[in-house]
């Protein structure tokens, strides 16, 4: 048993050298993780390993976020009111009134055209506006079942002087002045202006035309062609002509949407220039 007692007394000193060395270990680690092991300064990580990477900045610039596509539409984008003349009797935005005579006086166009459509008289139209209102009459019979005719479209010089001395001859110059231009200020002697009526025939070259089928799509609809109604009832001393619900003036789509957006009803309104009931 004495035996026995002795190695375990030798036993035991072992197990507790290997305890303390064993704890010895554990506070060396905890030193070096502290930065006091000897060797390490203050505040200094013994082992370089052990320490957190910091972020440092980017050498690169950021990529540039996408600027989103604005698509612009007519009120944003604007108009170019200088974008045709308004002077030129050849340019669809010609403006001709009794304050403003075509130059020169006896201008003619040089592309008239005969659409084919139904006539009253068959007067010819610039090319532009006969493929314009083909496009409009099919669309009044497509979309409403309506039929129209065209009344008048151009007239020269001198068949306009004609129409002028009998409105005069018939009606004293007074009352012509005021439903019939004179000869170099009429609309209809640049081929722009189409006088139209219904099929079958009703209130024709009068006032109550508004008031029928054909004349009500054609105040709603005749924008979407590039037509104006030139003289509307409430604008008589703008225009210095009373109203003539039958009578559209060709201004090509760019411009007649343009119109319609905001609501202005007259040449002379949008471009700023003299109108008027007198002439000039």
Same mark, same amino acid.
């Given at each position: 048993?004495?035996?026995?007692?002795?190695?375990?007394?030798?036993?035991?000193?072992?197990?507790?050298?290997?305890?303390?060395?064993?704890?010895?270990?554990?506070?060396?680690?905890?030193?070096?993780?502290?930065?006091?092991?000897?060797?390490?300064?203050?505040?200094?990580?013994?082992?370089?390993?052990?320490?957190?990477?910091?972020?440092?900045?980017?050498?690169?610039?950021?990529?540039?976020?996408?600027?989103?596509? @604005?698509?612009?539409? &007519?009120?944003? =984008?604007?108009?170019?009111? #200088? *974008?045709?003349?308004? !002077?030129?009797?050849?340019?669809? $935005?010609?403006?001709?009134?009794?304050?403003?005579?075509?130059?020169?006086?006896?201008?003619?166009?040089?592309?008239?055209?005969?659409?084919?459509?139904?006539?009253?008289?068959?007067?010819?139209?610039?090319?532009?506006?006969?493929?314009?209102?083909?496009?409009?009459?099919?669309?009044?019979?497509?979309?409403?079942?309506?039929?129209?005719?065209?009344?008048?479209?151009?007239?020269?010089?001198?068949?306009?002087?004609?129409?002028?001395?009998?409105?005069?001859?018939?009606?004293?110059?007074?009352?012509?002045?005021?439903?019939?231009?004179?000869?170099?200020?009429?609309?209809?002697?640049?081929?722009?202006? @189409?006088?139209?009526? &219904?099929?079958? =025939?009703?209130?024709?070259? #009068? *006032?109550?035309?508004? !008031?029928?089928?054909?004349?009500? $799509?054609?105040?709603?609809?005749?924008?979407?062609?590039?037509?104006?109604?030139?003289?509307?009832?409430?604008?008589?001393?703008?225009?210095?002509?009373?109203?003539?619900?039958?009578?559209?003036?060709?201004?090509?789509?760019?411009?007649?949407?343009?119109?319609?957006?905001?609501?202005?009803?007259?040449?002379?309104?949008?471009?700023?220039?003299?109108?008027?009931?007198?002439?000039?």
């Amino acid at each position: 048993m004495v035996a026995g007692e002795v190695r375990s007394g030798a036993g035991g000193r072992a197990a507790r050298r290997r305890g303390a060395a064993a704890l010895g270990a554990v506070l060396l680690a905890v030193l070096v993780l502290t930065g006091c092991a000897p060797g390490a300064g203050p505040g200094k990580a013994a082992a370089e390993p052990h320490r957190r990477p910091t972020s440092r900045p980017s050498t690169h610039a950021p990529s540039p976020r996408p600027t989103p596509t @604005v698509v612009p539409t &007519a009120t944003a =984008a604007g108009f170019d009111k #200088a *974008a045709l003349s308004i !002077d030129d009797p050849a340019s669809t $935005w010609v403006v001709v009134n009794k304050a403003r005579a075509l130059h020169p006086l006896d201008y003619a166009p040089a592309d008239l055209d005969y659409p084919d459509v139904t006539y009253v008289n068959r007067q010819p139209m610039r090319h532009e506006v006969a493929d314009a209102l083909v496009r409009m009459f099919h669309a009044g019979d497509e979309e409403a079942g309506l039929h129209f005719s065209v009344q008048s479209a151009y007239r020269s010089f001198d068949s306009q002087t004609r129409v002028y001395d009998d409105d005069v001859h018939r009606n004293g110059q007074a009352y012509a002045d005021t439903d019939t231009a004179r000869p170099g200020h009429s609309e209809h002697q640049t081929g722009l202006a @189409v006088d139209i009526s &219904a099929v079958p =025939a009703q209130c024709s070259l #009068a *006032a109550c035309f508004a !008031d029928t089928a054909q004349g009500k $799509w054609l105040a709603a609809n005749a924008w979407r062609f590039g037509f104006l109604l030139r003289y509307p009832a409430d604008k008589e001393a703008v225009t210095g002509f009373t109203f003539e619900p039958w009578h559209y003036r060709y201004v090509g789509a760019p411009l007649a949407a343009r119109l319609h957006a905001t609501g202005v009803t007259t040449l002379e309104e949008f471009f700023g220039v003299p109108g008027g009931t007198a002439y000039h």
